[in-house]
């Protein structure tokens, strides 16, 4: 793989990485200020907060699943193109 190509998956691993922590923070936080405001709203201090915490972990962690599965299909992606490329040209040239 040339340098160029090389680039571009960095630069596809940075960019996903940087998206999960993003959606992965978002949805915590998320999730506590809805359980502080609910438990305010219905005075029922701790039990909203915990319960949404913990449903946010397995929405937090399908999130990061499908974030990292579209990535991968994009950088697989060009990845198969080029190397298709590559067959027809050694085909062709032979």
Do not use: W
């Not at 190509?5 to 691993?13: N, T």
């Amino acid at each position: 793989m040339s340098r160029r190509g090389d680039y571009g998956v960095g630069m596809a691993l940075a960019s996903t990485t940087s998206q999960v922590g993003c959606v992965t923070v978002i949805i915590i936080i998320g999730a506590l200020l809805l359980g502080l405001f609910l438990d305010n709203l219905l005075d029922t201090r701790p039990i909203l907060t915990i319960l949404l915490i913990l449903v946010s972990i397995p929405i937090s962690l399908f999130s990061v699943v499908r974030i990292a599965l579209s990535a991968a299909r994009r950088v697989q992606a060009p990845a198969g193109k080029e190397a298709s490329e590559e067959g027809e040209d050694r085909q062709t040239h032979g």
